[in-house]
């Protein structure tokens, strides 16, 4: 149970994606593409979102594999693609990947590896990498820079004072970079680069965007509580966002560090 599942997907896919993820993916896939690899793994690729940009940017006959543990989201990144583009969905564990040693040119998880043990994850990404291939990684910068967290956060407070929902604290849980550094350089990777990169979105649709984030699973949290209407959470989570960052369009700003590194040929 991952907790992406039905009407969560749809959310994610349609109101969250557009906002959080595409401008980053564009980022992504560009980078990975300078190099033409062949053979490119994603890690945590959802719905299939930097997935698309990678197979737009990649090479025609370059290999790209997308693997999730959400059968549900897959499901929906597979219809983003046309028989014959040369790409391979399937449900695998990032700590426990299931691939032969040196198979890939490069790997990218964007936003992906506070969701499973980094350190198990790190080394099999090094484990499967070729030498001299690439590792590239976003993760959230803290809620201090991301008001998807502290907004969102403050609004289900005045719900759940006692037992206030933690989800979406959860994607803003590694913005501390000397500890996933550190991690990178224990397992070999070398060199790493790491930048800071902000971002700001203009949303016309409030509204929706505040019900995508209470539709991630923090809504199993909300119906676990019980007593009070998601849709009320939504309207003052959009009244939020309004009142801190304006309308017509909002501008919505958020942050993300990059890490770029390498397994170093022998």
């Given at each position: 149970?991952?907790?992406?599942v039905?009407?969560?997907?749809?959310?994610?896919?349609?109101?969250?994606?557009?906002?959080?993820?595409?401008?980053?993916?564009?980022?992504?896939?560009?980078?990975?593409?300078?190099?033409?690899p062949m053979?490119?793994?994603?890690?945590?690729?959802?719905?299939?979102?930097?997935?698309?940009?990678?197979?737009n940017?990649?090479?025609?006959d370059?290999?790209?594999?997308?693997?999730?543990?959400s059968?549900?989201?897959?499901?929906?990144?597979?219809?983003?693609?046309?028989?014959?583009?040369?790409?391979?969905?399937?449900?695998?564990?990032?700590?426990?990947?299931p691939?032969a040693?040196?198979?890939?040119?490069?790997?990218?998880?964007?936003?992906?590896?506070?969701?499973?043990?980094?350190?198990?994850?790190f080394?099999e990404?090094?484990?499967?990498?070729?030498?001299?291939?690439?590792?590239?990684?976003?993760?959230w910068?803290?809620?201090?820079?991301?008001?998807?967290?502290?907004v969102?956060f403050?609004?289900?407070?005045?719900?759940?004072p006692a037992?206030?929902?933690?989800?979406?604290?959860?994607?803003?849980?590694?913005?501390?970079?000397?500890?996933?550094?550190?991690?990178?350089?224990?397992?070999?990777?070398d060199?790493i680069?790491?930048?800071?990169?902000r971002?700001?979105?203009?949303?016309?649709?409030?509204?929706?965007?505040?019900?995508?984030?209470?539709y991630?699973?923090?809504?199993?949290?909300?119906?676990?509580?019980g007593?009070?209407?998601?849709?009320?959470?939504?309207?003052?989570?959009?009244?939020?966002?309004t009142?801190?960052?304006?309308?017509?369009?909002?501008?919505y700003?958020?942050q993300?560090?990059?890490?770029e590194?390498?397994?170093?040929?022998?």
């Open positions: 149970m991952t907790g992406y039905d009407d969560v997907v749809i959310h994610y896919d349609r109101d969250l994606g557009p906002v959080l993820f595409e401008h980053y993916g564009v980022d992504t896939a560009r980078r990975v593409a300078e190099q033409v053979d490119v793994l994603e890690i945590a690729a959802g719905t299939g979102i930097v997935t698309r940009h990678l197979r940017f990649l090479a025609k370059a290999r790209l594999t997308g693997i999730d543990i059968d549900s989201m897959l499901d929906v990144a597979r219809q983003k693609f046309q028989p014959g583009e040369c790409v391979t969905f399937q449900n695998a564990d990032a700590t426990a990947l691939f040693d040196e198979t890939f040119d490069a790997v990218v998880c964007q936003f992906g590896i506070m969701f499973f043990d980094r350190d198990k994850g080394r990404v090094y484990r499967t990498l070729k030498p001299g291939g690439r590792y590239l990684f976003r993760v910068d803290s809620e201090r820079y991301n008001p998807f967290a502290s969102s403050e609004v289900l407070k005045q719900y759940f037992d206030t929902p933690q989800f979406l604290f959860d994607p803003v849980s590694c913005h501390q970079i000397d500890p996933l550094k550190e991690q990178l350089i224990q397992i070999g990777f060199p680069v790491i930048s800071v990169q971002h700001v979105y203009e949303i016309a649709d409030v509204t929706a965007f505040a019900r995508a984030l209470v991630t699973p923090v809504i199993f949290e909300i119906r676990d509580r007593g009070v209407d998601p849709e009320d959470i939504v309207r003052e989570l959009a009244e939020a966002f009142k801190e960052l304006g309308t017509c369009p909002m501008r700003p958020m993300a560090i990059l890490f590194t390498e397994k170093p040929k022998p």
